[in-house]
């Protein structure tokens, strides 16, 4: 938040924050679901930053094949009973498709491996297997990229020194000037992803990988170097 509004990235009226006890499962469907799609008009870009937990249960209905629904967690969700009180990632794939601006970019530092350590939530012992057709099926559509901290079955790091998870503190890193590879005053979704690959890992142990799905056309900047 801070970033994008001290970079002049985007205008003030146009960010939406929530957090803490603000990011309950209502907000985050208000802002998501109903003033993106309303605000964003087609030659708009879009971007979308989640930072917290996942949480997984069992659906063998399931379309990654996995018997898993996947979710992110609002401050009021309830462990048990995700299906009432946390997001669906089902529904933010819809979500995404209802916005109609011409770019729109997902970034998600949160996991699902029901490990320990990280931004994920244990469901009754369940650890996930998240597919390829997962973030795929997410990044489905024109001019959507999703960047996600962790690849499968990895887990997000959190770090008190660092004061966010590994890869939130990489990424805006990079998006402050250490990703201009080529110097030219701009850091583009692919130069932060090529940044966040290479540092992540080497921060991690080489337990966490960064993963980038989707595609737009030309360079779309994702940082403003001053």
């Known amino acids: 938040h801070d970033f994008l509004l ?19 499962l209502d907000s985050m469907r208000t802002i998501l679901g109903t003033n993106l799609k309303k605000k964003a008009k087609k030659g708009d870009r879009v971007i979308i930053y989640f930072a917290g937990h996942g949480a997984t249960e069992s659906d063998v209905n399931s379309p990654d094949g996995d018997g898993l629904e996947k979710y992110l967690l609002p401050f009021n969700a309830d462990p ?3 299906y009432a009180t946390a997001l669906p990632m089902r529904e933010i794939a819809h979500i995404l498709n209802r ?6 970019i997902f970034i998600a530092d949160s996991c699902y491996s029901g490990a320990s ?8 012992g369940i650890r996930s297997t998240l597919s390829d057709n997962f973030i795929d099926r997410i990044a489905s559509g024109k001019g ?4 996600t901290a962790s690849a499968a079955n990895e887990v997000s ?13 990489y990424l805006i890193k990079g998006l402050k000037g250490m990703a201009d590879f080529d110097s030219d005053g701009y850091v583009t979704v692919d130069e ?6 290479e540092e992540v890992p080497k921060a991690t142990g080489q337990t966490q990988h960064p993963i980038k799905k989707g595609s737009v056309e030309g360079q779309l900047v994702l940082g403003i170097v001053k």
């Open 157 to 169: 790091m959190e770090d008190e020194l660092l004061e966010h998870g590994v890869f939130t503190y």
């Open 144 to 147: 959507r990229v999703i960047l």
């Open 192 to 197: 932060a992803y090529q940044y966040v690959s």
């Open 80 to 82: 048990d009973n995700l």
């Open 99 to 104: 916005i109609q601006s011409d770019s729109l």
């Open 6 to 24: 001290e970079s002049e990235l985007v205008k003030p009226d146009n960010v939406f924050r929530v957090i803490n006890d603000q990011a309950t």
């Open 117 to 124: 350590g990280g931004r994920t939530v244990s469901v009754g």
